[in-house]
């Protein structure tokens, strides 16, 4: 008599609950904050194109942005069967190659969502969904360099979903260059952003052979290099901000950065022990800075 167990019952499609977790809902935030930073700026009253606006933000998260995420875990599935073997897609909850046609299916209805919203929104959604593939698959594989792959991320998620914003706002057109500026210097600033949520990977990374920051230049390196990342273009912005004669808004970003500045001297001193606090609370308050030079630059934009 075989008293052994049977084999595990695998799926032959994944279930609702799967795929959700698979898009990662909790990630859609910093897109569409970046895209309503950009329905902002662009001076337009929302309530009289509040139906574009909602396809705008369905875009910019649960589309693109969950489009991204699956990528990454189809293209990650060997290393998350070491790291988190308890993802849809190790976990066999997602089963075959099911990872991967959710990728391309959202890719698609991604692009024609975009095409509904103008010329402007679609070739940005279209980067959008390039840099998302690039970062996570080969032979690119821009995440295997920190350098590369947190700028690809910075952009996409920030830049590009801001821009987004305001062309979705604009009727499709591209925004002027103080709405192109502002979302540049934040989607750089992010780049630093990124390199805080490598700290809690650095053993893994040296082992996979991920050359990400904290990897290449060293803990202290890498976290001197996050804090210039963030902070620099922050600067800039407050720059800009008194040179087109908003000088509150200009203070109140100078506020933050200084908040934000205070942070990073304590961050500093422990770098993986804090990197988590600064990406947590610091972040909140960089994205309270983007919020106000958005404001700042409404009715420049028109």
């Known amino acids: 008599m075989n008293d052994s167990a049977p084999p595990p019952v695998v799926a032959r499609y994944p279930a609702p609950a799967a795929v959700l977790e698979l898009l990662k809902?909790?990630?859609?935030?910093?897109?569409?904050?970046?895209?309503?930073?950009?329905?902002?700026?662009?001076?337009?009253?929302?309530?009289?194109?509040?139906?574009?606006?909602?396809?705008?933000?369905?875009?910019?998260?649960?589309?693109?942005?969950a489009t991204s995420q699956a990528v990454n875990d189809w293209f990650d599935r060997h290393v998350d069967a070491i790291n988190e073997p308890n993802r849809p897609i190790p976990s066999g909850r997602i089963p075959g190659r099911w990872g991967l046609y959710i990728a391309i299916v959202w890719t698609i209805l991604s692009g024609l969502l975009a095409a509904t919203l103008g010329t402007w929104v679609f070739w940005s959604a279209m980067l959008g969904l390039a840099l998302a593939w690039a970062y996570s698959a080969p032979p690119v594989r821009l995440k295997g360099n920190g350098w590369w792959g947190n700028l690809a991320c910075g952009m996409s998620y920030e830049s590009l979903a801001w821009i987004t914003g305001a062309a979705v706002m604009l009727s499709g057109a591209l925004p002027n260059w103080h709405v192109l500026a502002l979302a540049g210097l934040y989607g750089l600033g992010a780049h630093g952003i990124l390199t805080l949520n490598d700290f809690k990977a650095i053993e893994g990374d040296q082992q996979m052979g991920v050359r990400s920051l904290p990897v290449?230049?060293?803990?202290?390196?890498?976290?001197?290099?996050?804090?210039?990342?963030?902070?620099?273009?922050?600067?800039?912005?407050?720059?800009?901000?008194?040179?087109?004669?908003?000088?509150?808004?200009?203070?109140?970003?100078?506020?933050?950065?200084?908040?934000?500045?205070?942070?990073?001297?304590?961050?500093?001193?422990?770098?993986?022990?804090?990197?988590?606090?600064?990406?947590?609370?610091?972040?909140?308050?960089?994205?309270?800075?983007?919020?106000?030079?958005?404001?700042?630059?409404?009715?420049?934009?028109?």
């Open 25 to 65: 809902p909790i990630t859609w935030f910093p897109p569409m904050w970046a895209f309503a930073c950009g329905v902002v700026s662009s001076g337009v009253v929302i309530a009289e194109h509040w139906l574009v606006f909602l396809a705008g933000v369905i875009l910019a998260g649960p589309m693109v942005c």
């Open 216 to 302: 290449q230049l060293g803990v202290q390196g890498a976290a001197w290099a996050a804090c210039l990342f963030m902070a620099l273009p922050q600067f800039v912005v407050v720059g800009l901000l008194v040179g087109w004669g908003r000088p509150l808004h200009a203070a109140a970003v100078a506020v933050v950065v200084a908040i934000q500045v205070g942070m990073m001297v304590r961050f500093l001193r422990d770098p993986i022990g804090r990197a988590l606090w600064l990406s947590a609370i610091g972040v909140s308050i960089y994205v309270t800075g983007m919020m106000i030079s958005a404001f700042a630059v409404r009715t420049l934009a028109l």
